[in-house]
Nanobody, 123 residues
Framework: VQLQASGGGLVQAGDSLTLSCAVSGGTVGRYTMGWFRQAPGKEREFVAAHGWSGNKKVTESVKGRFTISRDIAKNTVYLQMNSLESEDTAVYYC??????????????????WGQGTLVTVSS
C-alpha cells in the first residue's frame, strides 16, 4: 500500500489545518492508519490512529484539539488540527499497519509510510 500525505503549511498559533493521507494499492478500511510527527531535533512520536474497525486514539498532548477520521469512499485518512500551537510544528507522517490495536502507538508497528508533510506554526 502506498501513502501520500498532504495539507501541511505555515499557519499562525490558534489556526486550524487538515492533513490528508491518500491511500493507494489497498483499502483504508482494512488497515489501522496512524499519524506521527517529528519536530526539529526530536524523535518521531505518535499522534493519532484510526483502526480498521473504527477505533480511534489520540495522544494526550493533542486530545481535544486534533481529530482523526477517514473517508472509505475516498480511501483517505484525515487529521483535523485545531487550536494549533508552536509546539505542534513538525513533519507529519501517515502510516499503515495491520498490527493489533494495543500496539498502534508504536512506530515500529507500522509497515508503510507516507513521505511526510511539514506543518509550521508561528507564534
Amino acid at each position: 500500500v502506498q501513502l501520500q500525505a498532504s495539507g501541511g503549511g505555515l499557519v499562525q498559533a490558534g489556526d486550524s489545518l487538515t492533513l490528508s493521507c491518500a491511500v493507494s494499492g489497498g483499502t483504508v478500511g482494512r488497515y489501522t492508519m496512524g499519524w506521527f510527527r517529528q519536530a526539529p531535533g526530536k524523535e518521531r512520536e505518535f499522534v493519532a490512529a484510526h483502526g480498521w474497525s473504527g477505533n480511534k486514539k489520540v495522544t494526550e498532548s493533542v486530545k481535544g484539539r486534533f481529530t482523526i477520521s477517514r473517508d472509505i469512499a475516498k480511501n483517505t485518512v484525515y487529521l483535523q488540527m485545531n487550536s494549533l500551537e508552536s509546539e505542534d510544528t513538525a513533519v507529519y507522517y501517515c502510516a499503515a499497519t495491520t498490527v493489533i490495536w494495543g500496539w498502534v502507538t508504536r512506530e515500529n508497528s507500522y509497515t508503510n509510510w507516507g513521505q511526510g508533510t511539514l506543518v509550521t506554526v508561528s507564534s
